[in-house]
């Protein structure tokens, strides 16, 4: 039996039928490597594996897991990567895609994760808190809307899939899961400073309810603020009209 870690936030997928579905999602895009983060238990690995000429990887930070994969898979024990998704290097060097039933606890920093390996990366199919998976999908005007909407949406595709009740894992989460789709689209803003884009959007989400000049009045100057754009609140604005801001950061 496989010890189950609050602190790791595991809740291991059960449902074959579910994990058929979501490798099903998965392999409606071509791909010939691939990484799967938190493993844990296998339920998706040993659909994975038998991926025909995939370079699979697996990137694991619980001991306990690792030695459990390595016997129930052992063509896999050189595959294994231990440590953490937000601490490992990239594991390619070539495009790849990227699969996973992420922890709900660092979720959202895996979706930072992502966009920083966004050049190499051509596909998530990643499972999350519904609540998580919403608001990286939603668009403007909705009080789903924000950072993680637009820094995901600025470079990626992407798509709410399907539910995944509590009654699917062990243990139960309290709350539903929900898959989602991100298809990489490159640069297509232009963004030449990402930095930037990341500070006005981190900024103007700060003080959502607040017309944006208020939070990006440290970065504007007095003048530029009095046009009548800045009396907007941040959900509000488009992926584009983010870039366009960050574009005029000196």
Request: hydrophobic content about 40%.
């Given at each position: 039996?496989l010890?189950?870690k609050?602190?790791?936030?595991?809740?291991f997928?059960?449902?074959?039928?579910?994990?058929?579905?979501?490798?099903s999602?998965l392999q409606?895009?071509?791909?010939?490597?691939l990484?799967?983060?938190?493993?844990g238990?296998?339920?998706?690995?040993?659909y994975?594996?038998?991926?025909?000429?995939?370079?699979?990887r697996?990137?694991e930070?619980?001991?306990e897991?690792?030695?459990?994969?390595k016997?129930?898979?052992?063509?896999?024990t050189?595959?294994?990567?231990?440590?953490?998704?937000?601490?490992v290097?990239?594991p390619f060097?070539q495009p790849?895609s990227?699969?996973?039933?992420?922890p709900?606890?660092?979720s959202?920093?895996?979706?930072?994760?992502i966009?920083e390996w966004?050049e190499n990366?051509?596909?998530?199919?990643?499972?999350?808190?519904?609540e998580?998976a919403?608001?990286?999908?939603?668009g403007?005007?909705?009080?789903?809307y924000?950072?993680?909407s637009?820094?995901?949406?600025?470079?990626?595709?992407?798509d709410?899939?399907?539910?995944?009740?509590p009654?699917?894992?062990t243990?139960p989460?309290?709350?539903?899961?929900?898959?989602?789709?991100?298809?990489?689209k490159?640069?297509?803003?232009?963004?030449?400073?990402?930095?930037?884009?990341?500070?006005?959007?981190?900024?103007?989400f700060?003080?959502?309810r607040?017309?944006?000049?208020?939070?990006?009045?440290?970065?504007?100057?007095?003048?530029?603020?009095?046009d009548p754009f800045?009396?907007?609140r941040?959900?509000?604005?488009?992926?584009?009209?983010?870039?366009e801001?960050?574009?005029r950061?000196?």
């Open positions: 039996m010890t189950l609050k602190s790791l936030g595991q809740h997928l059960k449902d074959e039928e579910m994990c058929q579905r979501i490798v999602a409606e895009d071509s791909f010939c490597r990484l799967e983060v938190g493993p238990g296998g339920a998706l690995t040993r994975l594996m038998k991926l025909p000429q995939v370079d699979l697996l990137v930070l619980d001991d897991k690792i030695d459990f994969l016997q129930s898979f052992p063509a896999l050189e595959r294994i990567i231990r440590g953490s998704i937000l601490e290097g990239c060097n790849f990227l699969i996973g039933n992420f709900y606890n660092i959202s920093q895996i979706v930072f994760r966009i966004r990366i051509e596909t998530v199919i990643g499972m999350f808190q519904k998580v919403q608001r990286i999908c939603s403007p005007g909705s009080k789903e924000g950072i993680l637009v820094l995901t949406q600025a470079y990626f595709e992407v709410y899939l399907f539910d995944v009740p009654e699917c894992f243990p989460p309290k709350v539903m899961s929900g898959v989602i789709r991100m298809r990489s490159g640069n297509p803003y232009q963004i030449q400073h990402h930095d930037k884009f990341l500070r006005i959007v981190k900024l103007a700060g003080q959502r607040k017309q944006i000049r208020n939070p990006l009045k440290s970065i504007f100057p007095k003048d530029s603020l009095s800045f009396n907007k941040a959900e509000q604005l488009s992926v584009l009209e983010f870039v801001l960050s574009k950061i000196a």
